[in-house]
């Protein structure tokens, strides 16, 4: 593997959490740099760097941007998106601990190339220590006169941004964009329909963008190694460095920096240091637990960048890979990943909020050997039934790993079905009454 | 205790105000304040919330009641949070959570009978590579096991 790549968002500086410590490091300098340009030219060095996002569905980032109406009639907002709720993934955290400047020089980058007043970092409530450090970046900041009005002296420059924290308290469903924007405006983290889109009817109905904060730390990178060097990084489609977060049956689980497209099995084996106790692989979850799992075989062939994974049915998500050797019993795990769901469903649509539920109440039978044959068929059903079906993704999200799983490891969740009479052929009209008798075609 | 703020309390909670066009935008904040000072939040503390901030109560307790970290009963003065979703699961945080469980001898969301301890099987914190982790009140313990735990619990005075 090529080990020759810039590490972009979290480069090997120690302390570069420290202001005086980034500034040494050119930080606060391409901000500098690009007040130069008109935030169109701006826009379209980002959109030229085929930067996409990170946060999980992997949107071109510069495009996003230009969906922003021009002039400024109306505030406009930034959200940039910590909540980092997606089970396997840690990578954000990273950031404000160890690069909190680069994501506030990314977001001033942002703001400036959009006209935005204000953005607001939205940190999910369980990271207490992480806000403060955070918050602490920002205040720095904002003494040092990088943020809020003092900008026009710092960088003789019109334009002002101010930057907040929006501290979370608990609710996956809020990394979905507009929940997330629901929840800012003090409201139940409840999901918007869409459209109107939030680039149109955003924060307090004005023009937002919302990105995550993976994604907006890369904005600096990209202008101090120009789009045409970031190009050259990793995968052609989507390409740059990702922040790998690694757990589960692994010998060194940690956050990696790393180019797109790397080969999953030289993640596992050469910079994770393989399984752990040197066993097998079963499964590799390989974006987050929304993501359906790679087999063994495919674990074997897998580059981790979303149009490679996306061939194989899968993708990548967070880029939080969550390894599984060969004794984990996946029926147990396709069941916690449901639970996790059914207790994440916001409730607002149908589909999503009885259907997790009926998809861990499945599963908890088939973990429990009281399942017949016939509830590995339903249990696929409901999936299909609740996916495409709601007002946001958090419904997918629930069922491709359950259809994944079920899917690619049928054998193991047929082994726990309890056997029971052959059916000569299934009684489709009351198949799922419990009174229906089988119908048995005689020869006349 | 009174259900009231006081000076330097309102003072942040202007403050709070302050970042947002709305006054409503406010309330998580709020809330996590009164979280602090009251230790959870109780009707009285929804009707006093709701007062602040020009707000329906029945808005007020609806967003309590969506976001799971805040607290509507009174909890341990250390609340363990326990992770048992998948990372954590395949490194033993089952274990660990059926073993503060028999330990403190309560189960999820209750709290011991002198009020020390609580217990809440979490989701997710975001701390998969250092699998299993429990959190105390705000803090991390991450790469821990029953050993460990149970360190941690009895320095816990």
Not at chain 1, 405 to 428: G, L
């Amino acid at each position: 593997m090529n080990m020759n790549f810039p590490k972009l968002v979290l480069p090997d500086i120690v302390d570069l959490s420290n202001i005086d410590v980034y500034i040494a490091n050119g930080g606060y300098e391409m901000y500098r740099q690009i007040i130069k340009l008109t935030p169109d030219e701006v826009t379209n060095e980002v959109k030229k760097s085929r930067l996409r996002g990170r946060g999980g569905a992997g949107f071109p980032t510069g495009l996003k941007w230009t969906f922003m109406p021009k002039g400024n009639d109306k505030p406009k907002y930034l959200a940039v998106n910590g909540d980092e709720s997606e089970p396997g993934s840690f990578k954000d955290r990273q950031i404000f601990e160890h690069n909190p400047h680069q994501l506030i020089e990314g977001i001033l980058i942002a703001g400036y190339a959009m006209g935005m007043k204000a953005a607001y970092i939205y940190i999910r409530g369980e990271y207490h220590r992480w806000v403060k450090l955070m918050q602490k970046a920002i205040d720095d900041a904002y003494s040092r006169g990088f943020i809020g009005t003092k900008m026009k002296d710092t960088f003789g420059n019109e334009y002002t941004m101010d930057i907040y924290v929006h501290k979370g308290a608990g609710a996956y469903i809020c990394g979905e964009e507009t929940s997330l924007m629901n929840s800012i405006e003090g409201w139940r983290g409840y999901p918007r329909y869409k459209p109107p889109f939030p680039a149109q009817f955003g924060l307090w109905g004005m023009p937002t963008t919302v990105n995550n904060v993976e994604t907006i730390t890369n904005v600096p990178a990209i202008f101090k190694i120009t789009a045409d060097e970031y190009l050259k990084i990793g995968a052609t489609t989507h390409p740059g460095t990702l922040l790998f977060g690694v757990s589960g049956h692994i010998n060194k689980p940690g956050v990696y920096e790393l180019p797109t497209g790397t080969p999953l099995k030289e993640i596992i084996y050469n910079v994770c240091d393989g399984v752990l106790n040197g066993k097998k692989i079963k499964a590799v979850i390989p974006g987050g637990s929304s993501m359906p799992p790679l087999t063994a075989e495919e674990v074997e062939v897998a580059l981790m960048d979303e149009d490679s994974l996306a061939k194989m049915g899968t993708h990548i998500g967070t880029g939080g890979i969550m390894v599984m050797d060969e004794d984990t019993d996946l029926v147990k795990i396709t069941k916690r990943i449901a639970h996790f769901y059914h207790h994440e469903s916001c409730g607002q649509c149908t589909p999503c909020r009885e259907g997790t539920g009926w998809m861990e109440k499945i599963l908890d039978r088939i973990l429990k050997s009281e399942a017949t044959s016939k509830d590995l068929d339903l249990l696929v059903s409901v999936a299909n039934n609740i996916e495409g079906r709601t007002i946001c993704a958090l419904g997918d999200a629930a069922a491709w790993p359950v259809r994944g799983f079920v899917t690619k490891f049928r054998d193991e969740f047929e082994k726990r079905i309890k056997p029971d009479h052959s059916f000569v052929a299934p009684n489709v009209v009351h198949g799922r009454r419990n009174t229906a008798s089988t119908l048995v075609f005689k020869e006349i | 205790m009174e259900i009231k703020f006081n000076e330097q309390e309102l003072q942040e909670i202007e403050q709070i105000k302050s970042k947002y066009p709305t006054e409503q935008s406010a309330l998580m904040g709020v809330l996590w304040i009164a979280q602090r000072k009251f230790g959870w939040i109780s009707n009285d503390v929804i009707l006093y919330i709701a007062d602040l901030l020009h707000l329906p109560p029945a808005h007020v307790e609806g967003v309590v009641k969506f976001y799971t970290m805040y607290f509507k009963k009174p909890m341990g003065k250390y609340h363990i949070q326990v992770c048992t979703n998948v990372s954590c699961m395949l490194r033993g945080g089952e274990q660990i959570f059926h073993f503060v469980k028999d330990k403190l001898k309560i189960g999820n969301m209750e709290v011991t009978p002198d009020g020390k301890f609580s217990l809440e099987e979490v989701e997710c914190m975001g701390a998969c590579g250092g699998a299993p982790m429990i959190a105390i009140n705000e803090d991390y313990y991450e790469n821990i096991n029953i050993e460990k735990v149970e360190q941690i619990l009895n320095k816990l005075d």
